[in-house]
T-cell receptor, first 115, second 112 residues
Framework: DAGVTQSPTHLIKTRGQQVTLRCSPK?????VSWYQQALGQGPQFIFQ???????QRGNFPDRFSGHQFPNYSSELNVNALLLGDSALYLC??????????????FGPGTRLTVL | QKEVEQDPGPLSVPEGAIVSLNCTYS??????FMWYRQYSRKGPELLMY????GNKEDGRFTAQVDKSSKYISLFIRDSQPSDSATYLC????????????FGKGTRLSVIA
């Protein structure tokens, strides 16, 4: 049973560019949440997708956007990259059901470096 | 004041020691509490998941939640060098996939 997968593993961009990160949830999961983890910090919630819609959003600007596909996979897009966007981007998948089943499981992350 | 406070360490202990990791929080609405382990340059791995107050044990790991004090703990018995990692506490308000709120993480080194 494959866990949460993310691609690419690592990428380097320059300021002002745009980037797309991808996530495939764990088998049986239908909900994807994205988090940003700066160096030495805990993950910060960006947004969550369920039934192909953004259901919840954290305190991140509109430069951060996303999408969920019918197969539950998801993309995170960041426009007009800033140096401060350099971080580990984590995808977490879960199943929206009873409380006992909505535990979030994380992928390995995509490390984004903005120069 | 941050919603979740966690001492970032680093914490260094000898192999076989009992490790105590802690978080405090300010929002009394938090009901679900988790501990994640994160190895360097990897994603967080769920270790323990607890609802409301009480204790939960899984092998060498014990999680404690004291909602009256807004304080949660993770104990690791007979610590091993393979336990060397960053430990993140996380919590959320209710069920239904509400966002996790994390502490900064405590970096632990277990020395053989």
């Amino acid at each position: 049973d494959a866990g949460v997968t993310q691609s690419p593993t690592h990428l380097i961009k320059t300021r002002g560019q745009q980037v797309t990160l991808r996530c495939s949830p764990k088998s049986g999961h239908d909900t994807v949440s994205w988090y940003q983890q700066a160096l030495g910090q805990g993950p910060q919630f960006i947004f969550q997708y369920y039934e192909e819609e953004e259901r919840q959003r954290g305190n991140f600007p509109d430069r951060f956007s996303g999408h969920q596909f019918p197969n539950y996979s998801s993309e995170l897009n960041v426009n007009a990259l800033l140096l401060g966007d350099s971080a580990l981007y984590l995808c977490a998948s879960s199943f929206t059901g009873t409380a006992s089943t909505d535990t979030q499981y994380f992928g390995p992350g995509t490390r984004l470096t903005v120069l | 004041q941050k919603e979740v406070e966690q001492d970032p360490g680093p914490l260094s202990v000898p192999e076989g020691a009992i490790v105590s990791l802690n978080c405090t929080y300010s929002n009394s609405a938090f009901q679900y509490f988790m501990w994640y382990r994160q190895y360097s340059r990897k994603g967080p791995e769920l270790l323990m998941y607890t609802y409301s107050s009480g204790n939960k044990e899984d092998g060498r790991f014990t999680a404690q939640v004291d909602k009256s004090s807004k304080y949660i703990s993770l104990f690791i018995r007979d610590s091993q060098p393979s336990d060397s990692a960053t430990y993140l506490c996380a919590m959320r308000r209710n069920s239904g996939n509400t966002p996790l709120v994390f502490g900064k993480g405590t970096r632990l080194s277990v020395i053989a």
